[in-house]
């Protein structure tokens, strides 16, 4: 099955195309220019690349959420309007599961994407790997740094990644001591979300585009402010 995938979430915007879990092709840019900018462009050269059109894709996996509230619905508002004139399915997947899924190993057991959600807060969640699925230990949520790293087990190797990471550092050190190790991998997750789109497809489990909805876990500023 061919996926067009992507994630808005974040400066680090990326688009790929995966076929079952084998990378056909990805373009990934962190970039000053908005989503809207550059998410289309990005989309057509993929395509125009391997000689495809937008009717070939068999499927859409979207990132969606959590994140900037802008890049997100970015994403599914172009994902909506590609599913809704190819009449193909859409598989929504959350950007923490993808940045998890970018730690897969063998070696890694417990893994906690942080992304700096602004603030004093980040959106989170830990996981850990068993038979090779990844299992939410503890659920997402946005909350604070000291909140959650309090909850994590103090006796284990919890391997970072995200941009939450680097922002706090010094409050992990300080719950996790040296039993926190920091990822050096990149932050794009077009493939990781296509990967997971993959498997939501294989169980059924892929949403009609009218079905979308974004994963902000916390009011936006407007639903604050009002």
């Known amino acids: 099955m061919l996926i067009l995938s992507m994630d808005t979430t974040s400066f680090a915007g990326s688009v790929a195309l995966v076929q079952g879990k084998k990378l056909i092709a990805e373009v ?20 125009k690349t391997k000689g495809l059109q937008i009717r070939d894709i068999q499927g859409y996996a979207l990132a969606v959420g ?3 509230f802008t890049g997100i619905r970015i994403g599914i508002s172009t994902v909506k309007s590609m599913a809704f004139v190819t009449q193909k399915k859409v598989a929504p997947v959350s950007n923490l599961k993808a940045l998890a899924l970018k730690l897969k190993n063998p070696y890694i057991q417990l893994i906690c994407p942080l992304i ?3 603030k ?26 000291d909140l959650f790293l309090s909850q994590l087990p103090p006796n284990r190797l919890i ?7 680097q922002t706090y550092k ?18 794009f997750t077009a493939y990781e979300v296509g990967c997971l789109g ?25 639903e604050e402010n009002h």
């Open 66 to 68: 959590p994140g900037s």
């Open 159 to 165: 391997h970072f990644i995200g941009s939450g990471c």
């Open 170 to 187: 010094k409050t992990i050190f300080k719950y996790l001591k040296d039993k926190a190790r920091f990822s050096q991998r990149s932050l």
């Open 120 to 145: 004093g807060e980040i959106y989170t969640a830990l996981y850990e790997f068993e038979d090779s699925d990844l299992k939410e230990i503890i659920p997402q949520g946005c909350t604070t740094p």
């Open 28 to 47: 990934n840019s962190d970039s000053f220019l908005t989503h809207s900018e550059r998410l289309l462009p990005s989309i057509d050269l993929m395509l």
């Open 116 to 118: 700096d959600a602004k």
């Open 198 to 222: 993959h498997e939501i497809f294989m169980k059924k489990k892929e949403v009609d585009f009218r079905e979308i909805k974004p994963l902000y876990l916390r009011k936006s500023q407007a």
